[in-house]
């Protein structure tokens, strides 16, 4: 089993922060795995960092913990951050291709179905899913 952390993590505006991979389609939230001796706030906080140069300015509220459904084994756990810090802009890299700050009601095109789905549940338009 795998386990792995993404954060729907929005700035004192309310939008959300984007990350759009070099090595897989479309918009998702930042996040990863984590590794051996990590814990998922370890995770989450690393993460932000390295995607975003963002800092969380409160505790993250763990919201839901899904089953990846193309693994049947791997867990992701979604953190809600608010008030999210970017320290610099993200310049793009080997891993992440762009970034961004999008009003949920503006996202990019090409965001993911799994990402829409939940900004749905954040939002109490959908109940949290089980799968991911």
């Known amino acids: 089993m795998t386990l792995g952390v993404r954060a729907a993590a929005f700035d004192a505006k309310g939008r959300i922060f984007l990350v759009r991979h070099t090595y897989v ?10 590794e051996k001796g990590q814990t998922v706030f370890n995770t989450l906080e690393q993460e932000l960092a390295e995607e975003g140069n963002l800092q969380l300015s409160g505790p993250a509220q763990l919201f839901n913990v899904y089953l990846n459904p193309t693994s049947h084994r791997d867990h992701i756990v ?3 951050c ?12 080997w891993e ?5 700050f999008f009003t949920p009601d503006a996202l990019p095109a090409c965001t993911t179905p799994a990402t829409k789905r939940r900004l749905a549940e954040l939002s109490s338009q959908a109940e949290p899913a089980r799968r991911w």
């Open 96 to 100: 992440i291709a762009q970034t961004g």
């Open 78 to 80: 979604l953190f809600i």
């Open 82 to 93: 608010r008030d999210v810090l970017q320290v610099r802009a993200h310049v793009p890299d």
């Open 25 to 34: 389609p479309g918009w998702h939230l930042p996040g990863g795995g984590v």
